[in-house]
């Protein structure tokens, strides 16, 4: 595996971990994912070419594979993509692509390029305004008739091994009611059915630094409508 190490630059909204992903274990750093995330996944229909956004290490990406025809993972750290490959099984792997970019800026697709996008653990850590301009983007490449899938998380909490708070500059501290009016309203040309969930905590090991994670978030499900 190639060895990249994103460094996390805050101050340009880039929130990747400085992990080396070759020496992580083969499991996502993130877990197997939530159950709820994981169902929902599991029950909805995916069908056509998907956007994984912010993919990571490829948490969520097998189940995405198994059910779409082709789907593009992207994410800002060139080494966690290299993982999330590297554990593709080779059967899927024709109908996987990978894309390093940033998502505060313009996504590298053209209009209407993508049949869904799913997004999860990430949209809640940007100011309103750049999450704004994330789903202009995401509607821009979704078509018509297209689906998103992401889940949004409220009352975050984070604390490091030594005690102290693990803290994420200009992070919006959303409740859970602040979060379904959020995506409620940026999402107000869609068909959207939202559904409740929460994280208990958890110890990510593997973050750095490490850190015990719990939340409450949603589970957004957005159709975007023909000629909307």
Known sequence: MKKIIRKPEQDQHIFSEGIDYSKTEKTSI???G???TLELLKKTEIRGRWLNLAAGDGRYNLTL???ANYVVASDIDESALNKLRQNTPNTLKPKLKTEVFDITKKFPFENNSFDGVFCTGTLHIFSRE???SIIIEIDRVLKYGG?????FAADVKRIRWDGKPYIIKDEPKYT???ARTTLKDSFRKYKIKMYESDVPEELLKEAN???KFSCNFILLIADKKINC
């Open 34 to 36: 939530d159950k709820d």
């Open 30 to 32: 993130w877990g197997t």
């Open 209 to 211: 630094p490490p850190y």
């Open 147 to 151: 689906k998103v899938l992401i889940d």
């Open 176 to 178: 859970l009611a602040e």
């Open 65 to 67: 594979l198994e059910k």
């Open 130 to 132: 750049i999450l704004e």
